[in-house]
T-cell receptor, first 112, second 115 residues
Framework: GENVEQHPSTLSVQEGDSAVIKCTYSDSASNYFPWYKQELGKRPQLIIDIRSNVGEKKDQRIAVTLNKTAKHFSLHITETQPEDSAVYFCAARSSSASKIIFGSGTRLSIRP | NAGVMQNPRHLVRRRGQEARLRCSPMKGHSHVYWYRQLPEEGLKFMVY????????ESGMPKERFSAEFPKEGPSILRIQQVVRGDSAAYFC?????????????FGPGTRLLVL
């Protein structure tokens, strides 16, 4: 069935440095890739998404890239700040399916 | 414009009791999804509903779990005869009935604890 792999499971970076989280998906029909941020005890919040007709999307310090051939997509956070500390989830959805499949999450810690 | 609402936020049940979790989607949204999140784990899809219809329940356990989204009122996720393994955070999400329905917005979740 559909599967989304996410790496790394934990990531610690110095404040101001960049953070990169990588995901792969198995369903070649996937065409929508959202990223969610979840702070401790809070709801997942959509931070950025990308559709399969584009290769890259940027929103201030956050960017996503998509390689459809390799079935890889990545989240890049530049100039990290303490408030970026959270668990980040990638996800993928197929046009033929009704559900979003989530990765297992990356716990990002920003060191002051 | 209120976001997705869920209640209760916390629910404690003893083994064998029933748990009822409610979700009110964002205004104008007609698609509801339920997810379960175990501690330190990701979100697992359970069920996708539209008004009065279950579209995809492939993630629902075959026994004890049921969901509905009536014409009027919130969506309900019902767990009968709860067991300790049902302890988790249950999130619902909603999306609009348009081409952009793929974007899901999450509620605050219900944290179920089974004693």
């Amino acid at each position: 069935g559909e599967n989304v792999e996410q790496h790394p499971s934990t990531l610690s970076v110095q404040e101001g440095d960049s953070a990169v989280i990588k995901c792969t998906y198995s369903d070649s029909a996937s065409n929508y890739f959202p990223w969610y941020k979840q702070e401790l005890g809070k709801r997942p919040q959509l931070i950025i998404d990308i559709r399969s007709n584009v290769g890259e999307k940027k929103d201030q310090r956050i960017a996503v890239t998509l390689n459809k051939t390799a079935k890889h997509f990545s989240l890049h956070i530049t100039e990290t700040q303490p408030e970026d500390s959270a668990v980040y989830f990638c996800a993928a959805r197929s046009s033929s399916a009704s559900k979003i499949i989530f990765g297992s999450g990356t716990r990002l810690s920003i060191r002051p | 414009n209120a976001g997705v609402m869920q209640n209760p936020r916390h629910l404690v049940r003893r083994r064998g009791q029933e748990a009822r979790l409610r979700c009110s989607p964002m205004k104008g949204h007609s698609h509801v999804y339920w997810y379960r999140q175990l501690p330190e784990e990701g979100l697992k899809f359970m069920v996708y509903l539209q008004k009065e219809n279950i579209i995809d329940e492939s993630g629902m356990p075959k026994e004890r779990f049921s969901a509905e989204f009536p014409k009027e009122g919130p969506s309900i996720l019902r767990i009968q005869q709860v067991v300790r393994g049902d302890s988790a955070a249950y999130f619902c999400a909603s999306s609009p009935p348009t081409r952009s329905r793929e974007t899901q917005y999450f509620g605050p979740g219900t944290r179920l604890l089974v004693l």
